[in-house]
């Protein structure tokens, strides 16, 4: 079927564009100025030591060279490894990226919750006060940094009310995090049936995915508020209304006509808070990927970061691929 | 008293029910600088049951408004400002919105040009055909889905049990209209509007369409408001024909004396531009030079009309009856010695 030959192009196409990536990537990684063998041994090294762990490393060779070995490591599914967690990068990816993913995850399921609603209401009624709140909500979504609100939060709920704990991670200090599965520690949790461990992470999510909730609710809500708006103004929905149909059936097919821009909004977000995230990750010390890609730039650690790169890369052309699927399944056009 | 354009004679008025009357609808657009500008002034026309009455004029004369505000939904931002249309003897204008939607697409609906835009892209054909007939006429999924097909059918399209679940991209025009045309008369509405419904078809799809229409308006005994540009596919088509200028009526009258004895100097424009003498032709058409400046007084036809005198730039007329039946809005009507 179209469909099938359709996934398999999608796929085949995906190997080339992960070379692309990652060789603009590696690139630019190369071009920040800082010697990590400098910063390796510290201010005592002699010129003599820094010249054998440069050499070591590989960083006395040319960049096409470095370039071709570090391919084909990674071909051997070796990222490298962090000079400063001296663990290899993909042990520490693992480990890491489910944590972006769970509070990206579920900070997008909130924006949408908030932004998918508010903005069909307020296209239905332009003029009705939920519009109105909506509005001002977009104005000041777009406007508030998210880790200011962050920190806001952190002091209302942590500090003055006591409700939610301390900004340290994802799970009390005390409790063993359950065994990983899916590295998202609410879904292990469920699934080794750790009942406390599941209250624990779930309670530590709280504060960082309302933040991302709520900021990246903006941009949704704008986009379903404007394309409902203009497919209700559309002739099939005007036609829709001359037929008699009842109110609900005409924002229907309003939102479901609208649902591919309303998507493509959401997938972008999605990949865009991969890496995006990371001042809420600072602010949580959620020790996420985007977290311990920012150190690795600022300490010219260039495994860490290319690392992620890589992963995020991957991440967002699965989501792309997901959404050219929903795209699919909505839209009998697309395809046929 | 009876709109005095109620039909053929006062006793045929009288024999038969009237279904549609509308009494002096006017509606504005408003404009962001200066007043509102007018789109219909002052039209009254009404129609008995199974009776088919055309509305010509050239596009910009307010046909589609006209269309779109007897169903109450004149195109944003215009509205309707004044005026009564009563459907059944009640007037729509009073009715609150969940009553006029259900006589809308069930009692009173209508068919729209350019099909496939107005088609829900996402959606099969028998479903929005079923989801009309479902609502209406209150059916089972079932019943609805058997009501589209037997609709299909009755619009003649091909293969009517296999277009029951194409998309509207995969219709040609002429499918998609006949599909517009089953959807306006699953429920089969005593009144149809057809907004210039074979506009943009080929001419061969063109008379078929007309020919299904006048069929299907027969058989289920709809009245029909036929509105188009084509003073020919009137003349086929329709007992009455109202031509409209600038929002207004200037000449309403049935067939045989729209065709043999025009009174009004535009209505003989608009034939003479179908005629086949080139002398007809120039003697009565007018370029058009200053176009509908707007309520300066007098006659809105003036600027353009070959026979306009002094009193027809300061007076307006009003619609008067010539001959039964015949009603004309000029000072100075050409009749026939």
Known sequence: MHFATYIGRRLLFIAPQLLGIVL????????????????????????????????KMGLDQPIPAQFAIYVKSLLRGDLGTSWQTTKPVLDDLVQRFPATVELVTFGLLMAIAIGVPLGVASAVNPKGWLARVADFYGLSAGAVPDFWLALVFIYVFYTVLGWLPAPLGRIDLSIIPPRQVTGIYTIDALLAHDWQAFVSSASHLVLPVATLGLINAGPILKMTHATVERMLQSDFSRYEVLSGMPRSHVVRSALRNALPSIVTIIGVLYGFLIGGAVLVEIVFSWGGAGQYAVQGVLNSDIYPVLGFVLFSAIFSLVVYLIVDLIYFAIDPRIGH | MMSPLSATTPADARARDLLLDVRHLTVEFPTVLGPARIVLQDISFSLVSGEIVGVVGESGAGKTTLARSLLGLPPVPSRIVSGE?????????????????????????MIVPNPRGELNPLSTVGQQIAAVASVHLSLGRKQARQAALEMLKAVQIPDPARRMDAYPHELSGGMAQRVVIAMALVCSPGFVISDDATSGLDVTV???????????????????????RDVGIAAHFCDRIAVIYAGRIMEIAPRQRFFFEPSHPYTIMLLAAFSHSAELRRQWTVPDVRRRTGAGGGCSYADRCPLAQDKCRSVEPALTELAPGQFTRCHFPVVRR
């Not at chain 1, 071009?31 to 762990?53: N, R």
């Not at chain 2, 204008?93 to 697409?105: H, Q, V």
């Not at chain 2, 063109?206 to 188009?228: G, K, W």
């Open chain 1, 24 to 55: 603009v990537s590696f690139l630019l990684i190369k071009t920040i100025p800082g010697d990590p063998a400098v910063l390796m041994l510290g201010p005592t090294a002699t010129p003599e030591s820094i010249a054998s762990l440069r050499a």
């Open chain 2, 85 to 109: 249309i009563l459907f059944r003897g009640r007037d729509l204008r009073t009715l609150r919105d969940a009553e006029l939607r259900r006589i809308r697409g069930k009692d009173l609906s």
């Open chain 2, 206 to 228: 063109q008379a078929q369409i007309l020919d299904l229409l006048r069929t299907l308006a027969e058989t289920r005994h709809s009245s029909m408001l036929f509105i188009t």
